[in-house]
């Protein structure tokens, strides 16, 4: 069974995107950059909410299709309704049960591409193994939080950091036993 990993750039005080979903403070080239796509790599699963796979149709995303051609989707939302959807592309009800359910059915770890809402109610019923953050040397002030709006409290133990020369990190925590 793999591990579900949060792995999403994040500004220093805490957001994965400022007011209007505006993330061109963000680095997005660059040698950390490149390590994050080469990671992304060794999934064959993801999973996020529905405003994180809307938010691609602003990239050239179409409604229905995968944002990562290597892996399986799995779009958790209550609302999200979409017809023509591939066939590596499903809408998942919000469940726990469900989420559980992939993560046993996983060959690799599993890309919690996010966001911040999804992210907090994942956390808050304790589904969360790993995080990745990508670092970005810039404080946004407001915008999406990294965990929406969840006020779960969580250890987490630093197990690997990399710094690159554009300032970008990338720090790995897995979660407290």
Request: glycine residues 12%; contains cysteine; hydrophobic residues 35%.
């Amino acid at each position: 069974m793999g591990k579900i990993i949060y792995y999403v750039a994040t500004s220093i005080d805490g957001y994965i995107a400022g007011n209007h979903d505006d993330i061109s403070q963000f680095i997005m080239q660059g040698e950390g950059v490149e390590k994050y796509q080469s990671d992304l790599a060794k999934f064959d699963t993801v999973i996020m909410g529905r405003k994180t796979y809307e938010f691609g149709y602003q990239y050239g995303l179409k409604p229905g299709q995968p944002a990562y051609p290597n892996m399986d989707h799995h779009i958790f939302s209550n609302s999200l309704k979409i017809d023509n959807l591939s066939e590596s592309v499903k809408i998942e009800k919000l469940s726990i049960d469900r989420v559980k359910e992939i993560k046993r059915n996983s060959k690799t770890d599993i890309y919690l591409c996010g966001g911040g809402q999804f992210a907090g109610w994942l956390l808050e019923n304790n589904m969360i193994d790993q995080l990745k953050l990508k670092l970005n040397p810039v404080v946004l002030g407001s915008g999406i939080k990294l965990f929406g709006g969840s006020t779960t409290g969580e250890k987490w133990e630093l197990i690997d950091g990399e710094s690159f020369s554009d300032g970008l990190q990338i720090i790995t925590y897995d979660k407290r036993k």
